[in-house]
Structure formats: structure tokens, C-alpha cells
């Protein structure tokens, strides 16, 4: 491995023996060392190789005025995430999730706790990132011996659904704020509660979390798929009003509509979680 950038004595850009660059991380690794010098790999202790260059770029950029543990505890994260799930992780979380631990971890050693308006929402939506999100938890603590809030917890969820929808914190916030509001027009049309553990419930909030990442996104279904809307809207009139109030309300506080097509499969899944209540 010959050094191409130094930033501390900790972190180099090195370029392999198959031409790639990439960063790598090891205590005192490249003291006294420039750069054309090779590292000693039996001293390397994290190696990052991204595909994607520009995340590389902007990775190099975040590390040069920060301490390198947080890119390894970030990385380590990241490989517990890949190993206990299925989720598929966009590489930008290397930089989103290293950048916000940089700075919230500071924050909370100082004992500044900024809450999170989100939590119970985060908690109820997002429950397999949420406990990814506590393992993640354990592994700053393991390294800082810092135990971090439960607010942020919820905000390390949300990082974690980012990369894995591959969508930005903002209409992350956005989308649980949407699905929330669904989920009360749905619980006021219906007047009943409803079971957050079911199949139904969890199946409903799925299709939600897609459905408000497409409207966010300004994609939707084509108007050609509009057959379920024709058949459910007919067979199914309170669950089809209930959508038409939901339509309105997204139109009013989010500024988008829904088509035809994703009326339908609203009304499909509002008709699921209605029927399971009384029966």
C-alpha cells in the first residue's frame, strides 16, 4: 500500500496493489511517514474501499478536521447493520452517519440532549432500523463508554432508513410526518385502535413508508394502473371515502396528490386493517 494523502498520524489515502485508493485507519500508522512511502498493513486496523468516487471525495473531505474513531466506529455500524439484516445501505451513509455521531457525540459528552419530536413515530415506523439503532448504541459505548439518549437513538434510526431507501434526513422527516397524519385520518374514519403488532398494521405502514418516499420524490404510479381503484372504490365506499379525505390532506399539508392507481391500493390496504378489527 503506497501513501498518496496523510491527514493525521492515524489516517492516510493509500493506493493498493490493484490501483484502487482508499482510506485507511490504524494507531500511529503513518507517523513520520510521506507521502510515496508503503504502510505496514500488519498495522492497519480499518481499511474503507468505496465504488462509488465521489462519496470517496467527499468521505476524505469530512475526515481531515476530525478524530478517526468516529469514521471507525461509523464503519463498524455499518457492517453490523449489513450483518444482521437485509437491508441494502447506500454508501452516502459513511458520510451522513460519521458526520452527525462527529458532532451529536460531542454534544451529548457535554451532557446536551436535543430532543427528538420524532421518537414515538420513529419507534412505531421504523421498528427493525430502531433496534439496528440500539446495537449501534452498544458499539458507541463500547468504544467511548458514552451511553447515548434514546432522542438520539431515533435520530441514528432515521440515518439508518435513509441509506436504506436512499432519500435525504429531510423527507425522512417529512415521510413519518405523513404517515402518522394517514394513520390518524385512517384510525378516525375507521374509530377504532389498531393492533401495531398484526400483519396488517405492519404491511400497511410499509406500503406507507414507499408510497410517501414516491410522492416526496414527485414519482407516483401511471394512471393506466388505475384498475384496483375502479373495482375497490365501487365495493369498498367507506374505505374510498376515507382515501378521498386522506388525498385532500396530503394535497393541503404536503403539497402532493396521489394518483388513481395509489388510491386503489390505499383503499386495498385500509380495507385489511378495517376488516382484521371486526372479525
Do not use: W
Request: glycine fraction near 4%.
Amino acid at each position: 500500500m503506497e501513501i498518496i494523502r496523510i491527514y493525521n498520524n492515524n489516517v492516510a489515502v493509500v493506493r493498493g496493489d490493484d490501483g484502487k485508493e482508499m482510506i485507511v485507519i490504524g494507531k500511529g500508522l503513518v507517523f513520520q511517514k510521506h507521502a510515496g512511502d508503503l504502510v505496514d498493513e500488519t498495522r492497519v486496523e480499518k481499511c474503507f474501499t468505496l465504488q462509488n468516487p465521489r462519496v470517496m471525495t467527499k468521505l476524505e473531505q469530512l475526515i481531515k478536521d476530525m478524530p478517526s474513531i468516529y469514521l471507525s466506529i461509523s464503519e463498524e455500524i455499518v457492517e453490523m447493520i449489513r450483518s444482521e439484516s437485509d437491508l441494502k445501505l447506500s454508501e452516502n451513509i459513511y458520510i451522513t452517519l460519521t458526520d452527525h455521531i462527529s458532532m451529536s457525540l460531542e454534544r451529548e459528552k457535554k451532557g446536551v440532549i436535543l430532543g427528538n419530536p420524532f421518537l414515538i413515530e420513529i419507534k412505531q415506523f421504523y421498528k427493525k432500523e430502531f433496534k439496528l439503532a440500539e446495537k449501534a448504541a452498544d458499539i458507541i459505548k463500547k468504544h467511548l463508554g458514552l451511553d447515548i439518549s434514546e432522542d438520539e437513538i431515533g435520530t441514528i434510526t432515521l440515518h439508518i432508513v435513509n441509506a436504506s431507501m436512499n432519500q435525504n434526513l429531510e423527507n425522512t422527516v417529512k415521510a413519518t410526518r405523513m404517515i402518522q397524519d394517514i394513520l390518524n385520518i385512517v384510525q378516525e374514519c375507521s374509530e377504532c385502535r389498531f393492533d401495531e403488532e398484526s400483519l396488517a398494521y405492519s404491511r400497511f405502514v410499509r406500503h406507507l413508508q414507499f408510497l410517501a418516499k414516491n410522492l416526496l420524490e414527485k414519482r407516483s404510479k401511471s394512471e393506466r394502473d388505475d384498475f384496483m381503484f375502479k373495482i375497490t372504490r365501487l365495493r369498498f365506499p367507506e374505505a374510498a371515502a376515507c382515501v378521498r379525505r386522506i388525498k385532500a390532506h396530503l394535497e393541503e399539508a404536503f403539497g402532493v396528490s396521489i394518483s388513481e392507481a395509489e388510491q386503489g391500493f390505499l383503499i386495498y390496504h385500509i380495507v385489511n386493517l378495517t376488516s382484521e378489527k371486526t372479525n
